[in-house]
C-alpha cells in the first residue's frame, strides 16, 4: 500500500546528535509560542499559532542520535472545520549519521491529502523542514521569512471567483469605499479605528489579482504601518472541475508584530468567509 504521508527529506553538515538537539529546540526553527520541555521521552509540550490555536505534543519515542517522535496528544485548529484533525498523529524524524553529515526523513503520519488542513499543512512543513530547520542545521538560526498563505477550493469558474473576490464588502469588510473591479482601481476597508488602503497593482483576467497596501493603520499594535508596501494576492487555477484559490499576503510572515491576530483574521476571511460567500452566495463580513 502507498504512503501518503507527509514526508520531506534533508541533509546537512551536522552530527546526528547535534541534529537532535537542534530539533527539539523547537522555538529556534518551528514553534515561536512555545511552552514545556521536549528535551526528552514522556516530555511534554504546548506550540500556538495564534488566536485559540493550540497543539499539545507528548515526546512519545527517543533513540538517542536515531529518532524523536511527537504525538499530538490535543489540537485546535479553528480555521478548519474539523478543528482536531492533528490529534493523534505523528511528527517522525528519522536520522541517519555517515562520516559527519546527517540525512532526516520527516514524516507527518496522518497528515494525507484526504485531509482538509493537507492544502496549507504541505507547503507550510515544506518550509519548515527545508528551509528553516536546514538553515538552522547549517546556519545556526532558523528562518522564520514564509509569506502567510492559504489555498481553498471552490465550486465557480475563474472568471465567478475573481469577481466574488473583488466584492470585498460582502466576504470581508462592511466598511468598504472605492472600487476592487479593475487594475489601478483604489479602496479601502474600515475596521473601526483601523483602517487599510489598496490599489490594484496587477490584474490578469481568470487568473491573478494583487492588491497592494499603499496606507493603513493598524491601530492595536505599535507598529501601525506594518502592512505598508505589502501585497495581497490571489492566483486562481482550474484543478479537477473546480476553481482552486491560491492566497497569499507577501510581507506577513512570522516575527511581524501583527502576524498572530492577522493569522487568525485571514484564516476566518479565506477559509471560511470567501469560501462561503463563493459557494453559498453569503460570507460572513465583519
Excluded at 502507498?2 to 514526508?7: D, P
Excluded at 483601523?194 to 491601530?219: A, G, M, Q, R, Y
Excluded at 476553481?243 to 483574521?265: A, M, P, Q, S, W
Amino acid at each position: 500500500m502507498k504512503n501518503n504521508n507527509f514526508q520531506s527529506s534533508i541533509t546537512a553538515n551536522i552530527s546526528a546528535r547535534e541534529a537532535i538537539k537542534r530539533i527539539n529546540n523547537v522555538p529556534e526553527w518551528w514553534g515561536i509560542n512555545f511552552s514545556g520541555s521536549s528535551q526528552k521521552q514522556n516530555d511534554k509540550f504546548i506550540v500556538k499559532m495564534g488566536g485559540d490555536s493550540f497543539f499539545n505534543f507528548t515526546v512519545a519515542e527517543l533513540i538517542p542520535d536515531k529518532k524523536i517522535v511527537w504525538l499530538v496528544t490535543d489540537c485546535n485548529m479553528p480555521w478548519y472545520s474539523d478543528k482536531k484533525e492533528w490529534a493523534n498523529t505523528k511528527l517522525i524524524f528519522d536520522l541517519t549519521e555517515n562520516n559527519g553529515v546527517t540525512n532526516l526523513n520527516f514524516t507527518h503520519e496522518g497528515l494525507t491529502p484526504e485531509v482538509e488542513c493537507y492544502k496549507d499543512c504541505e507547503p507550510g512543513w515544506t518550509h519548515w523542514i527545508k528551509t528553516s530547520l536546514f538553515s538552522y542545521f547549517t546556519t545556526g538560526k532558523g528562518d522564520f521569512n514564509k509569506n502567510f498563505h492559504r489555498t481553498i477550493t471552490v465550486n465557480a469558474s475563474p472568471a465567478e471567483a475573481l469577481k466574488k473576490i473583488s466584492q470585498v464588502n460582502l466576504w470581508w469588510a462592511k466598511n468598504f469605499s472605492g472600487s476592487a473591479e479593475k487594475l489601478n482601481d483604489k479602496f479601502t476597508v474600515n475596521f473601526g479605528e483601523t483602517f487599510v488602503d489598496f490599489l490594484i497593482s496587477e490584474l490578469v483576467p481568470d487568473k491573478k489579482v494583487v492588491w497592494k497596501i499603499t496606507d493603513c493603520n493598524l491601530h492595536w499594535i505599535k507598529a501601525k504601518k506594518e502592512w505598508n508596501n505589502t501585497e495581497v494576492v490571489f492566483e486562481i487555477s482550474s484543478e479537477d472541475g473546480k476553481t482552486k484559490i491560491d492566497f497569499t499576503h507577501v510581507g506577513l510572515v512570522r516575527g511581524v508584530e501583527c502576524y498572530d491576530d492577522c493569522e487568525v483574521g485571514w484564516n476566518g476571511h479565506i477559509t471560511m468567509s470567501l469560501a462561503k460567500f463563493i459557494n453559498e452566495g453569503k460570507g460572513m463580513p465583519e
